[in-house]
């Protein structure tokens, strides 16, 4: 089953005509990773790599925050890195990311979740949490345990470069809440 649902999502291209490019379906993980981590979408540079936080906002996450290694990181024992979109979105018209489709999250998303076999969740960016806690408050959710599915849930905010006022302003972020975050393997 788990198979079958890879298959068909990375030979999806159901947004082509809406982004009007080709759609590179990212798809990272397998169905016994130890952690599923969601976040908004795939950036350009993954959808020009192939492989998921490949650009700034994966350097923060990997290396200041997690403290692993990309072997440990993109070991799919570890990780099923995914998204609320497994495509880039493209650019809206003032240059920002478009917001990612909500039929990925409908159409295969929800379909991943439910056959995974995880630990833990990490939730990453407002969007994606508002997705998981859709009445939760997001700097709440950052700052306490929160559960999803019967299983813990670590909401964190984004690592773009866009976010580094935030984090400075909340120096507790990283001296507390990352440090639950920490890969055992």
């Keep these: 089953m788990f198979d079958e649902l890879k298959n068909k ?9 809406k982004f009007g490019f080709e759609p590179h379906p990212i798809f990272w993980g397998n169905e016994n990773s130890k952690i599923v981590q969601i976040s908004q979408a ?3 540079n993954v959808h020009q790599s ?6 700034m906002s ?6 200041e925050w997690y403290q692993i290694t ?3 990181f993109y070991n799919t024992d570890n990780f099923f890195i995914g998204a609320l979109a497994h495509c ?3 650019k809206d018209k003032n240059g920002n990311d ?5 039929c990925c999250f409908t159409k295969w998303v929800e379909q991943e979740l439910k056959i995974l076999n995880n630990d833990i969740y990490i939730i990453i960016g407002a969007k994606a949490a508002k997705i998981f806690f859709p009445t939760g408050n997001y700097e709440e959710l950052i700052f306490k345990n929160n559960y999803w599915n019967g299983k813990l ?9 866009l976010n580094k006022k935030w984090i400075k302003d909340h120096p507790e972020f990283l001296e507390k809440c990352i440090s639950q975050v920490k890969v055992d393997n």
Excluded at 50 to 55: E, N, V, Y
Excluded at 98 to 102: M, S
Aim: with cysteine; proline share 18%; hydrophobic share 20%.
């Design 153 to 161: 849930a670590i909401v964190l905010p984004h690592p773009s470069p």
């Design 70 to 72: 990309d072997e440990e």
């Design 50 to 55: 192939l492989k998921p936080f490949t650009d």
């Design 88 to 90: 880039y979105p493209g």
């Design 42 to 44: 795939p950036s350009n």
């Design 98 to 102: 478009r917001q990612p489709p909500k």
């Design 58 to 63: 994966g350097r923060t996450l990997k290396y």
């Design 9 to 17: 999502i990375e030979k999806c291209d159901y947004c082509k005509d």
